[in-house]
């Protein structure tokens, strides 16, 4: 495995935590890994001021400048890719062939946004004042706090970091206490490309400190972006702490994703996507298919085959081996909340259909599914984050749009058809900021990634993510 230095990265140096330690552990085996700097609030303000000296000269780098270093992360990454997933797997728990498709994922949107450093276009404006001229640019915000999840640990940080990085931002990195060694990995790979001192740090603590942490990044003034993915009450919290600063925020919070699928749909296709987009890292996926929502007519046909397929595919167990493609999740409060949920999913009417082999470990759940689920079930209204499939029938298309609608959270929603104006319909009715007609795996570097209503504001990837860390700034010459 990948050795990583167990500092926190800041102002080019790595330095001890003032907290002292806090120790990693791979949730497959329970072994501790290492133990790595718990930072304090001292730690994270030097931090904060090493960005905000960078800040000056980085912000004035040309686009090719920034390119040229983006590109050699980007390079870096990819030649250490092996290390890097072994590494990933071992703390966050996920397959080794899923966690390189999480590098490659990473590895484009380092490309993009390498690429989108020589696209931050202003505007000339028409005048409608005779003797002035008006134009925009487009400026780099300022230091931009990137606070980063346990799921997909290292795609955050590419696309979180790399825009930054792109728009001429500095950053203060802060990884999820249960997966932060690939972040210092990461913070070597930035080393070794040459990232002035100050331009990327990285700042890890226990969950113990990561109140007063969000709190101080939240607060200081010299921060003028906080990009979060994560839950939605800490993004609630971070949205009314950033208030009184009037800072730039972008958040990435839960989702709640219907997966519809209709009479007319490839049933062999929606059985295969929905098993992908369910069990992709052990369901911890904030656009896994949360609610599956089939047509009575098909509904036992659909309800079998996925049954079949979880007997044949599902193999759970440490994902360093070849031998298993599903983890275990990732702490032992996600595995209560797993456990929990199906319980009262059982008690309120539900049956469990099929439960696959649990792997061998305290954090492994059993890949399951449920069918019976309606929508009063307390599993039909929240966020599963594990490997349970939550079938709901229905009967009519306006009935269906409803029922996927009836949340607060909208990040991603899917269907099956093959009726194209139901396909117009469905994708136009859904209150979401991603749809997906015949389709998962929906976001790429190019386009933009993020929610509606409760699950977030802003968009990663795409030409849009930019705008989170830039401000336009009008210049108008007069007196002409
Ligand atoms: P989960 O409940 O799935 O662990 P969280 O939203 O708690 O999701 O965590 C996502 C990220 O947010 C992690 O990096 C975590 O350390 C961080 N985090 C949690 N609480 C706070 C907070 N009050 N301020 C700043 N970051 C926080």
Same mark, same amino acid.
């Given at each position: 495995? %990948?050795?990583?230095?167990?500092?926190?990265?800041?102002?080019?140096?790595?330095?001890?935590?003032?907290?002292?330690?806090?120790?990693?552990?791979?949730?497959?085996?329970?072994?501790?890994?290492?133990?790595? !700097?718990?930072?304090?609030?001292?730690?994270?303000?030097?931090?904060?001021?090493?960005?905000?000296?960078?800040?000056?000269?980085?912000?004035?780098?040309?686009?090719?400048?920034?390119?040229?270093?983006?590109?050699?992360?980007?390079?870096?990454?990819?030649?250490?890719?092996?290390?890097?997933?072994?590494?990933?797997?071992?703390?966050?728990?996920?397959?080794?062939?899923?966690?390189?498709?999480?590098?490659?994922?990473?590895?484009?949107?380092? *490309?993009?946004?390498?690429?989108?450093?020589?696209?931050?276009?202003?505007?000339?404006?028409?005048?409608?004042?005779?003797?002035?001229?008006?134009?925009?640019?487009?400026?780099?915000?300022?230091?931009?706090?990137?606070?980063? /999840?346990?799921?997909?640990? @290292?795609?955050?940080?590419?696309?979180?970091?790399?825009?930054?990085?792109? !728009?001429?931002?500095? %950053?203060?990195?802060?990884?999820?206490?249960?997966?932060?060694?690939?972040?210092?990995? &990461?913070?070597?790979?930035?080393?070794?490309?040459?990232?002035?001192?100050?331009?990327?740090?990285?700042?890890?603590?226990?969950?113990?400190?990561?109140?007063?942490?969000?709190?101080?990044?939240?607060?200081?003034?010299?921060?003028?972006? @906080?990009?979060?993915?994560?839950? *939605? %009450?800490?993004?609630?919290?971070?949205?009314?702490?950033?208030?009184?600063?009037?800072?730039?925020?972008?958040?990435?919070?839960?989702?709640?994703?219907?997966?519809?699928?209709?009479?007319?749909?490839?049933?062999?296709?929606?059985?295969?996507?929905?098993?992908?987009?369910? &069990?992709?890292?052990?369901?911890?996926?904030?656009?896994?298919?949360?609610?599956?929502?089939?047509?009575?007519?098909?509904?036992?046909?659909?309800?079998?085959?996925?049954?079949?397929?979880?007997?044949?595919?599902?193999?759970?167990?440490?994902?360093?081996?070849?031998?298993?493609?599903?983890?275990?999740?990732?702490?032992?409060?996600?595995?209560?909340?797993?456990?929990?949920?199906?319980?009262?999913?059982?008690?309120?009417?539900?049956?469990?259909?099929?439960?696959?082999?649990?792997?061998?470990?305290?954090?492994?759940?059993?890949?399951?599914?449920?069918?019976?689920?309606?929508?009063?079930?307390?599993?039909?209204?929240?966020?599963?984050?594990? /490997?349970?499939?939550?079938?709901?029938?229905?009967?009519?298309?306006?009935?269906?749009?409803?029922?996927?609608?009836?949340?607060?959270?909208?990040?991603?929603?899917?269907?099956?058809?093959?009726?194209?104006?139901?396909?117009?319909?469905?994708?136009?009715?859904?209150?979401?900021?991603?749809?997906?007609?015949?389709?998962?795996?929906?976001?790429?570097?190019?386009?933009?990634?993020?929610?509606?209503?409760?699950?977030?504001?802003?968009?990663?990837?795409?030409?849009?993510?930019?705008?989170?860390?830039?401000?336009?700034?009008?210049?108008?010459?007069?007196?002409?």
């Amino acid at each position: 495995m %990948a050795s990583v230095k167990a500092k926190a990265y800041i102002n080019g140096k790595w330095v001890a935590g003032r907290g002292g330690v806090f120790p990693v552990h791979n949730p497959a085996t329970g072994e501790e890994i290492m133990k790595i !700097a718990e930072c304090t609030k001292e730690d994270v303000q030097d931090a904060i001021d090493a960005a905000s000296s960078a800040f000056e000269s980085y912000k004035k780098w040309t686009p090719s400048q920034r390119a040229a270093l983006l590109m050699k992360i980007h390079d870096l990454m990819d030649q250490k890719k092996e290390e890097l997933a072994t590494l990933l797997t071992t703390e966050q728990g996920k397959p080794k062939v899923e966690a390189m498709g999480e590098i490659q994922f990473s590895l484009t949107f380092l *490309t993009w946004f390498a690429e989108e450093t020589r696209r931050m276009y202003g505007e000339t404006v028409p005048t409608s004042v005779k003797n002035k001229r008006f134009i925009t640019v487009r400026q780099p915000a300022g230091v931009a706090a990137c606070i980063t /999840p346990w799921n997909f640990p @290292v795609a955050m940080i590419a696309r979180k970091v790399g825009a930054a990085l792109a !728009a001429g931002c500095t %950053a203060v990195l802060k990884p999820a206490e249960d997966t932060p060694l690939n972040s210092l990995f &990461f913070a070597q790979l930035c080393e070794e490309a040459g990232v002035p001192a100050g331009v990327v740090n990285v700042v890890t603590c226990s969950r113990d400190r990561v109140q007063e942490v969000g709190a101080l990044l939240c607060d200081s003034h010299k921060v003028k972006v @906080v990009s979060f993915t994560g839950s *939605t %009450a800490v993004g609630q919290w971070l949205y009314s702490r950033c208030g009184p600063t009037v800072k730039k925020l972008a958040l990435e919070l839960g989702g709640d994703a219907p997966f519809i699928v209709f009479p007319s749909a490839k049933l062999d296709q929606a059985v295969k996507d929905a098993m992908f987009i369910k &069990f992709l890292n052990c369901g911890q996926v904030c656009v896994s298919a949360n609610r599956v929502y089939v047509h009575e007519s098909i509904h036992d046909e659909f309800v079998s085959k996925v049954k079949q397929a979880m007997m044949y595919n599902i193999k759970q167990g440490n994902g360093l081996s070849n031998t298993f493609n599903q983890g275990p999740l990732v702490n032992k409060k996600q595995h209560e909340r797993c456990t929990a949920l199906v319980r009262d999913a059982v008690s309120n009417g539900a049956t469990i259909e099929y439960q696959a082999q649990k792997g061998d470990g305290d954090l492994f759940f059993p890949a399951t599914i449920l069918t019976g689920v309606t929508k009063k079930n307390p599993i039909a209204q929240q966020e599963i984050f594990g /490997p349970v499939f939550s079938v709901l029938k229905f009967k009519t298309e306006e009935e269906v749009i409803k029922c996927a609608n009836d949340t607060e959270r909208g990040l991603s929603g899917y269907f099956y058809t093959e009726d194209i104006a139901q396909a117009w319909r469905v994708s136009e009715a859904m209150e979401v900021g991603m749809a997906g007609i015949n389709a998962i795996c929906i976001d790429t570097a190019e386009t933009p990634f993020g929610g509606v209503k409760m699950s977030g504001l802003g968009k990663e990837g795409s030409r849009h993510a930019l705008d989170d860390f830039t401000n336009d700034k009008t210049i108008c010459w007069g007196n002409l």
